[in-house]
């Protein structure tokens, strides 16, 4: 049975429309409609997350990016699998099952967000907070890092040289908003429909 | 005449533009490209300000942010500003200024009194008048001194603008944007490196903006930086302080010369720049000679006077007389004529000068081996006294302008933040940045090169360098511009002091004179350090950068020493005054710190929710459509948990998801009682001490599977239980297989609580039979609502019937909703904070008040909770004599005797035997009216509680003069035998 839609954690007023300066290229920020697992093997048990997940694991500050799908290195031996929404739950009993008793499998599909960031000016908007060199050389496409903006632990997943992925505390998703509408305010920027 | 002191044409001000502003109510005019000083001066004004402790009239003495007097209000209303340079404020359209430390006027001074008695205001005056009677110091010295000494006034409303802080990396940052900044940025950008350059300035370029001749190259090397991708110039930003790992900060003036910042911009911004290297290219600034009345408005340091005549177009005075001790007056003294202005002689302490020549074919009288021993003029300067530095010759020359060339000082600042040691050039009489400690390398006038090809030279040199210690090694050659020839030689005479009669000052902003640092001398301050305490020399906002060296030279003379010798007092951040805005940024306000928000937030917002901030999160205190304050509902919603059902968000108790073969077994050493026993699809209440024995937190955790938990924590303590685990997971039990993480996040969860909850429920589970027996209490089951997943635990805080019911977040409020609709024949409320710790009391649970860091395990009356077998963290401290001695305060409860609310009990009230007795046997820790037992009656600490059950103490609040009779009883107050719970 198919739970019903879910309510978003970015809030009521985190609608589509245009703020901030205007002109420009505008920094644009979605909310992503997807599925987040959080899975940690235990000693000798990466092999068996693996193979669950069906890809390589990437290692520290790394994250594994195909098409709308991602694994992104957050802990020893741990990682988020982001996958486009699909049913409730599915994803988690699936990799649970698959994996076996070494790997511990979490459901974070509530319990972290993830915010789409891009434009030419997202990096420079993220700098406000981030003290992490998000800089071509330093931060390639694939590339991820968990850091503290503005008190919040955020994980920075770069897609592409202007694209970011923010995996966010549930909880803080709105408090991240607030603090993401000042950074790009003098950029200008565009909430997009969840995707 | 407006702007009478404009030059007809040369300079880098727009002519053909007006920008009009006021000075103390006056209104002038000048160009876009000029300062608040540079338009001051063009318009005459003299006299700008009075000096801080003699009131002094002052003048403006620099061209830059060295500057010592010019400090002068900017705009008005919320936005004002105090002691801002005017020479590095940029003129705009509209800017309101004002003078400080005046009263009633700049032109009438009643404080400058104080000169008069100037001899009775020593060094360490304050310290030794104001000593006595101590009390005075606070009611009287003190303001008096403020009112005094006060220099600009803040603004009393908030400040309308915003300010924000920014992240950089680089490879090589490039402070400073003369010849070698440029040459050095341009040379680490060909190679690749990502480069900062950051200019104080609104204009690029530093000392190249006097020479029109090395225009055309400025330009082009400002268009090529602009033309490299990974070259990031950054005008109007000062570098203020240079911090370990090459760590720099800087605040970027983003709006400052706007009079209100655009829509969405900041007015400024603060950088924190990592850089891999950095090359201080911060140039030098002219320092001055200390004779007497050194500090009348019209003395002027020579290079400012030649900036102002060069690059604003503004003639600083019409006669000027020139003070020197090297070939620089020389230079500033003929760009003076080129622009107009009279040279009445150069006055040059030294018997021999390349320069006199070609002065005196420029028909100027050049006077070798002289020196100046006054200042004529009280409000502006009129003329000076000089004399032959062999004694006679004592003439005086008229003029209005006293230009005074006393050297160079290298701006080591940056360099001595890090703690490189300064190096002594005896050729120019001045320190230069040694041996570099961090990433750092200084060049061009900074490191003591004069000239602009050979800075330009040098700066390229430094920016390969820098470059290639960051990897970069293949850079491209660019044009340097050729050296003319034309540049005067640096050395100086080290020549500080005249010694003549009269205040002769060595800090102007501090109001320091020669005779202090003396005085300081005499009594026994010889050290620098101690000297610049005891006489305030160089403490000031400009930190003595004009003037600094000149007081360790007048204290070297006392000692009998070198400068060398005595040094300079360390240099510390920052560099120039930095706002408080900027340090800020965006964290003012409610922004200090984000809000957490449960997934319920906007439904209680909706719902009239008042809100209380409890940490990060804001959590719903009690519901009300009118906003009524007090107890009324908080009563009823306690009230109607009591008589019917209620519901509450408790989405906030912490959540860790706890997943591995030896997941009891690591429960089992956390906690004092036994977890791997837990049957699956059972809960169960568990309590944590510290390593100390001491409580550290309890919950409910349940057991999902054979290999499964999830464990419940307070809200305050759920990030500090995570770590205490991860910790000891990580390097006390490595061996364990177990993994955690947090789910807090992940849930919404509800607490449903009442005699008719489960009916309430059952109106709207789906899949779970909610029967006694099928579900009792302390069970965990999954289930639906409104075709949501959910899972409900049978585990009660009130006391009452309970379950709380948790689902994924963001099916929190269909959930609540559908709870809510179910729930509306048995008169279900939603209650708050506030009812949910009236309730808990009133069951005599324990939380924050309690578990205050300072009870135990038996102190809470939890002693059977610790297991006899297997070890826990805390068993072997909690065992120590201390934390079992019978005499400790004991967990008990206590009602008022009198049936009604009319006398309140208050939390942290003491528990005596007698009404006026001063023995303390404990106090109350968590107080509340009961809607069970119609009183006041709460919990709390007592020693020999337990068995004083029965027993009447009196509850004494001496601060409202409040004693209560009170009954120790168990802290249950409500059903003590648990039956309820288990209905």
Known sequence: MSAPERLSPFGPEFTPGRHGASGGSPVTLAERKVDIVQVMAGRGGDAAAASAVGSVLPGPGKAEIAGSSMTVWIQPSGWLVIRPRAEEGALARTLASAAGDSVAVVDQGHGRSVLRLSGPKAGDALAKGSRVDLHARAFPPGSAATTSIDHMTVTIVKVDASTFDLVLPGNFSEAFVDWLRMAAAEFGYEIGRPA | MSQRNRLASGGRIDRSRTLKFTFDGHAFEGHPGDTLASALIANGERLVGRSFKYHRPRGIVTSGPEEPCALVQLRAGARQEPNTRATVAELFDGLVATSQNRWPSLAVDIASINSLVGRFLPAGFYYKTFMWPASFWEKVYEPLIRRAAGLGKAAMEPDPDEYETVHAHCDVLVVGSGAAGLAAARAAGAAGARVILAEQDFEMGGGLLLEPQHEAWR??????????????????????????????????????????????????????????????????????????????????????????????????GERAIVFANNDGGYESAFALQDAGVAVAAIIDVRNKAKGADAARDRGIVVRLGSEVTNVHGGRSVSGATIRSRNGGGERTIDGDLLCVAGGWNPAVYLASHTRARLRWDGGLSAFLPGTPVQAERSAGTAAGVFGIARCAADGAKAGLEAASAAGFRDSKAFDLPAPDGGDADPKVEAFWEVKAKGKSFVDLQNDVTADDIRLAHREGYTHIEHAKRYTTHSMATDQGRTSGLLGSAVLAEARGETVQKVGMPTYRPYVTPVSWGGFAGREAGHHLAPVRRTPLHHWHIRNHGIFLETGLWLRPLYYSATRETGWDPILREARAVRQNVGICDVSTLGKIDIQGRDAGTFLDRLYTNTFSTLAVGKARYGLMLREDGMVFDDGTTSRLSETRYLMTTTTAKAAEVLAHMEFLHQTVWPELDVRTCTVTDQWAQMSVAGPKARLALQGCVEGLDLGNEAFPFMGVGDARIAGCPVRLYRVSFSGEMAYEVATPAGYGERVWEAILEAGKPQGIVPYGLEALGLLRIEKGHVAGPELNGQTTAKDLGFEKMMKKKGDFIGRVSAERPALVSPDRPRLVGIRAVDPSFEKRLRGGAHLVEKPDSKKSLGWATSITRSVELERWLGLAMIRQGPERIGQRLYATYPLKNEVVEVEICSPHHVDPENLRVRA
């Open chain 2, 219 to 316: 330009r082009s090397m400002l268009e090529a930086l602009s033309a490299i991708p990974d070259v990031r110039l950054l005008p109007r930003t000062s570098v203020f302080g240079f911090y370990e790992h090459d760590v720099l900060g800087a605040i970027e003036r983003v709006s400052d010369h706007l009079p209100v910042p655009p829509d969405h911009q900041v007015r400024q911004r603060r950088w924190t720049i990592r850089a891999r290297q950095t090359v201080l290219a911060t140039g030098a600034t002219e320092r001055p000679i200390a004779f007497p009345n050194n500090d009348r408005p019209g003395v002027m340091l020579a290079s400012a006077a030649m900036t102002y005549a060069r690059r604003f177009g503004v003639a600083a």
